[in-house]
């Protein structure tokens, strides 16, 4: 059964999704190859918004993340603390 995202975001070679236990960020890294990473909300433990359209998501290993989401930051970050 395959969850439907909360929030999608998507540009060139980037696609984050918010789904509703964890965060998934696809990359292109190399010409056709993607790199996939998941954060789960558990290991999630702060999450801040910049003035530069810009989330950071920090983990309890202390490992930030951080992502421009241009016009569609407040709707992601409303999605991530609504889901937390």
């Keep these: 059964m395959e969850q439907q995202a909360i929030v999608t975001y998507k540009?060139?070679?980037f696609t984050l999704e918010v789904f509703p236990n964890r965060i998934e960020i696809s990359e292109l890294a190399f010409l056709?190859?993607?790199k996939r990473q998941i954060i789960p909300f558990r290991n999630i433990s702060n999450v801040e918004r910049k003035l530069s359209n810009r989330i950071v998501v920090t983990t309890n290993d202390g490992k930030r993340r951080s992502f421009v989401c241009g016009h569609k930051t407040r709707e992601v970050y409303?999605?991530?603390?609504?889901?937390l």
């Design 11 to 13: 540009r060139f070679g």
């Design 78 to 83: 409303a999605a991530i603390l609504g889901a």
């Design 32 to 34: 056709w190859l993607r």
